[in-house]
Structures are given as C-alpha cells and as structure tokens.
C-alpha cells in the first residue's frame, strides 16, 4: 500500500524528468522548440510519447503550485474579515471575543501586529475572567509583550488562571521556583504576599 502511493506521488515528476532527458538527447536543449519531424527525421515520432508526458508532468506542478497560492490568498483574506468581525464584536464586552481579538493583534493573523493592542484586549477579557486570557496577560507581564516586565503582575494573573487553566497553572509553579532560589526566605514570602494581594486588587470590582 505504501509504495503504490509513494509511486503515485512520484510519476508525475518522474515522467517529467523522463522526458526532459529523452528531449535534450534528441534536440541537444530541452528548453527549445520541440522538432516538429518531416523529411530528414522520420525517426523523431518515437519522442511524442515523452514529450506529451513532459507536458502533462509539468503542467501538473504548476498546477499544483498555483492552488496552494489561491489558498493561501483566501485563508488570507478569511483572516482578514474574521479580525474585522471580531474588532466590530469585541466592543461589545464577550470576553472570549475579545481574547480571540488579542490573539489577532499578537500574531499579526487578519491585522499588523500589535502587541500593545494586544495586551489591551487580553486586559479586558482576563478582568472578565477568562482564563485563557489570563494565562496569556500573565505571559506578556513575563515576558515583556507590549508592558513592562513584572513578575508579581504575571503570577497574579497566573494565579487566577490557575484553577481551570494547566499552562497557567505550571507557568506559576515555575516562576515561583526560581523566586524562591534566588531570594532570602523572607524575600520569597514578601513576594508571594504582594502576589496574592495583587490577584485580590484584580478580583476586585
């Protein structure tokens, strides 16, 4: 079974090749105008076989290429008017809306990338609590995605995450780890206190 489509994904090129060799034999340049016979070369009707293959082998790849491009165009453009619906959508306040709306300005998917307008839509769905945006405003604060960096500001959203999110839940288990290394003990638990107050200002209405 796997060799019949290996030699099924192959024939194409292979015929092509095939006959691009049979050609520059026969002509000394593949690329040149095909001998058309006549008198003098009664023998050259033996390479229409190959040359029609050649053709059909090569037509096939370019075919092949312009449908990936057509759908690369229209995923484009699907990304385009799916951000411009959600831009329209997000206003209104659904959080899980607006997440997806961040995730659009971050990836630079339907808009130019933004990582600011990309923090600010994670902002506002986190406040909602929506975990996966939590999650993901804990690792702008982290790693310095459109705010300045801040360790008790990322654990606090992680925090709140964590409950129903794993990603954010590990995320804080790390960060809390390497904290404690490298801080006294006194330090580490001043840490995890701003920590828990920050989450407790967030929750707040």
């Not at 190959?50 to 990304?79: C, D, G, M, R």
Request: charge should be positive; aromatic fraction near 8%; charged fraction near 20%.
């Amino acid at each position: 079974m796997t060799v019949t489509v290996i030699r099924k994904n192959i024939a194409g090129p292979t015929i092509g090749l095939l006959g691009l060799a049979v050609m520059s034999l026969a002509t000394g340049c593949a690329s040149r105008p095909y001998p058309k016979g006549g008198d003098g070369q009664p023998g050259m009707v033996i390479f229409i076989p190959f040359i029609l293959a050649n053709e059909v082998a090569l037509y096939a790849i370019e075919k092949k290429k312009q449908t990936a491009a057509e759908a690369h165009e229209a995923e484009l453009l699907s990304q385009v008017h799916r951000f411009k619906e959600l831009r329209t959508l997000a206003v209104k306040g659904d959080a899980a809306i607006q997440c997806e709306l961040a995730f659009c300005y971050l990836r630079g998917r339907g808009a130019i990338r933004d990582v600011r307008q990309a923090t600010f839509w994670f902002q506002q769905s986190a406040r909602q609590g929506f975990a996966e945006a939590q999650n993901e405003l804990g690792l702008c604060y982290y790693n310095e995605i459109g705010v300045r960096r801040d360790d008790i500001e990322a654990c606090a959203w992680w925090s709140l995450a964590a409950p129903s999110h794993e990603q954010a839940r590990a995320s804080l288990v790390y960060v809390e780890a390497n904290t404690e290394n490298r801080l006294t003990k006194e330090a580490f638990a001043a840490f995890r206190t701003s920590v828990r107050q920050r989450a407790v200002e967030i929750k707040l209405p």
